[in-house]
C-alpha cells in the first residue's frame, strides 16, 4: 500500500524558513516524479515543486522559485522542501504527491496518482 507522509509544517513569521519533508513507502518510485502542492483556504490546489527522482531535474511554480528547493533522499525514500523567505501568501497546506506515470515533470493536479494528508504552514506577518 502506498504512503506519502507529510512532516514539517507549522507556524513561522515572515522571512522565517522550514523545511518540510515527504517519506514515501509501499513501493519503489524510482520512476516516479514527485511534487509538492498546496492549498489555500477557499483556493484551488495549486503546484509548487516537483523533482524527477531518478534523474534529479525540478521544476518550480514562479512564485516559489528562487525561495524554495526540492531535494530527494533515495536511503530514506524521502523527499524535501526546503522553504526559505517565507511570505504570508505560502499559507497554505501543502501535500506531497506522486506521479507515476511521468516521463517529464507535469503541474497538473490530475497528472499525481498518490498524495500524502497534508501539513500546515502559516506564516505570520
Known amino acids: 500500500q502506498v504512503q506519502l507522509v507529510e512532516t514539517g509544517g507549522g507556524l513561522v513569521q515572515t522571512g522565517g524558513s522550514l523545511r518540510l519533508s515527504c517519506a514515501a513507502s509501499g513501493r519503489t518510485f524510482n520512476n516516479d516524479v514527485m511534487g509538492w502542492f498546496r492549498q489555500a483556504p477557499g483556493k484551488e490546489r495549486e503546484f509548487v515543486a516537483a523533482?524527477?527522482?531518478?534523474?534529479?531535474?525540478?521544476r518550480f511554480a514562479d512564485s516559489v522559485r528562487g525561495r524554495f528547493t526540492i531535494s530527494r533522499d533515495s536511503a530514506k525514500n524521502t523527499v524535501y522542501l526546503q522553504m526559505n523567505r517565507l511570505k504570508p501568501e505560502d499559507t497554505a497546506v501543502y501535500y506531497c504527491?506522486?506521479?507515476?506515470?511521468?516521463?517529464?515533470?507535469?503541474?497538473?493536479?490530475?497528472?499525481?496518482?498518490?498524495w500524502g494528508q497534508g501539513t500546515q504552514v502559516t506564516v505570520s506577518s
Open positions: 523533482i524527477s527522482w531518478n534523474r534529479g531535474s525540478t
Open positions: 504527491a506522486a506521479d507515476s506515470r511521468a516521463t517529464l515533470i507535469r503541474t497538473a493536479r490530475v497528472s499525481y496518482d498518490y
